[in-house]
């Protein structure tokens, strides 16, 4: 991996060379991006055999290249108004490209055999570094099902804005956990639509805020290194500009329609200090899984088919479990608005909820995961189905909600019950230091112009937020909304472990 990480970090560090040289130069950029000649429709690419790891021209147009990775193709865009040169294998000048394809000259692989992660070894994966059981099904720290609590995690997907937000209020300021503190969730935010000023009071209300992209790009599990650290990196430094929250507080990401971007986004989570990912689906089954780490193999079968490979030591994937209930039409689904609940009324759908909780609850506790859209809050008799069930579940004295992060905690450091009202990471005593203060009460309404890549008009976008307005919509590749395009430079904070 690590030779592979070296050639992606030397690639942006000829992309940025470039890019400083552009914004020299964005006058005769603007022209030449008027003649776009993008294709629609890509064809399959095929890496070529034989030929090694390595970057390779895009058929289509030289706007493109193909990072090819053990085999498989990661599409990757080369930065605005700039070209792959199929010789030199970067992007550059236009005028200076050589379009591809070249017929390639075989040189021998100088790239590492395949290091797939091996099957989970419980007696050399320890916590509070490492965990993982043979299906996924073990409790960890050794504990029976009846002495230690059930984590229920409510997370929410996308943008916050007047939309949802006081869906999202009103079910957190009714519920308390047994220790008396109120219910917390986790959000996995994306930019476009975001109301920065919400986001920020989510956040000093000691909610966890995640990253999931700035612009919710679909094929995202097929590009490469440079994209993904464009879509999530750049979101996290959204979050830090306009909701004051700082990146050491973002530290889970969710990849947009539950499609992981194979090893590479894993490697952007390892490179830039993330603590864990939280995309991987589980196929129904009839024990649910435990969060994992990535020392090993995951331990059941991939649904996306996009999954990691290789063995990320340390990194926690939290994964999405099925909900289903058997003797109730609905189909399965990872995300609750997904199934199919709609014609029933809120008992039903209270039932129902009940019913999916208890193969969690009534076997090995495995946290209880309600990943949640906009649109479940939109349906009245779904919406008061789930604040049924939360209700309903305060009557349980071993139900706690927590954030992702909190479930990370006690799992690393599992501890029974009875010490659970002590237990500092999940208490509500202000913690000091990075949560962001609570915003202000007239956030700056900013309307912005926008133009998205695939369009050739510009459009308004609004924005709300504490701090200054940006002169432009921050995008990717321009976090502040400088106007600057590609302006951003992201370093890896962790470097390589
Ligand atoms: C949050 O705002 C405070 C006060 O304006 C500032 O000092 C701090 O640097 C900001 N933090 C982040 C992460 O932006
Ligand atoms: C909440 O639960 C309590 C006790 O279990 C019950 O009396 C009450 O009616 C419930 N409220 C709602 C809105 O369901
Ligand atoms: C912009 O797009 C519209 C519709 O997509 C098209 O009709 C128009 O010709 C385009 N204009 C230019 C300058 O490409």
Known sequence: MAATLKKANGLCLIFYYCLSLCIINLGSI???????????????????????NGNYADPQTCRRFYQCVDGYP????????LRFDDISKFCTF????????????????????????????PEECLLPECFCS??????????????????????FDGAVNLNNYHYYKKLFKK????????????????????????????????????????????????????????EMIGMREILKHFANISKNEVVGMRAPFLKPGRNTQYMVLEDFGYLYDSSVGVPVSPIPVWPYTLDYKIPHECKSGTCPTKSFPGIWEIPLNSHYVETFEGGHCPYLDQCVLHNHDANEVFEWLQEDF????????????????????????LEDGLHKFVNWTQTLPDVWFVTATQALTWITDPKPLTE????????????NGNIPKTPCLSPNKCALS????????????????????????????????????GRDNYVPDNGSK
């Not at 990661?74 to 108004?81: D, E």
């Not at 609590?149 to 997370?155: E, N, S």
């Open 30 to 52: 603007a022209a030449q991006n008027a003649d776009s000649n993008v294709k629609k429709k890509d064809e399959e690419f095929t890496c070529p055999e034989g030929l090694g």
């Open 74 to 81: 990661y599409l990757n865009r080369c930065p605005s108004g």
């Open 94 to 121: 236009p005028n200076e490209a050589r379009c591809g394809p070249i017929i390639p000259t075989p040189a021998p692989s100088t790239e590492p055999p395949i290091d797939l992660a091996v099957k989970c070894n």
């Open 134 to 155: 043979k299906d996924g099904t073990n409790i960890p720290g050794d504990f029976t099902p009846s002495e230690i609590p059930q984590m229920i995690l409510l997370t």
């Open 175 to 230: 519920y308390t956990n047994p220790n008396g503190c109120p219910i917390k969730g986790t959000f996995y935010v994306a930019h476009e639509y975001s109301n920065y000023q919400m986001i920020q009071e989510l956040a000093s209300s000691s909610h966890e805020i995640g990253t999931e992209t700035i612009s919710l790009q679909t094929g995202l599990q097929d590009k490469g290194y440079e994209e993904w650290v464009g």
């Open 358 to 381: 208890s193969r969690h609850y009534d076997q090995n506790k495995a946290p209880y995961m309600m990943p949640f859209h906009t649109n479940w809050f939109s349906i009245k008799a």
């Open 420 to 431: 659970l009202n002590k237990f500092e990471a999940w208490d509500c005593k202000k913690k």
């Open 450 to 485: 926008f133009k998205p890549d695939n369009q050739n008009f510009t459009d308004t976008r609004y924005l709300e937020t504490c701090v200054d307005c940006p002169s432009k919509y921050p995008w990717i590749g321009d976090a502040e909304g400088s106007g600057i395009v």
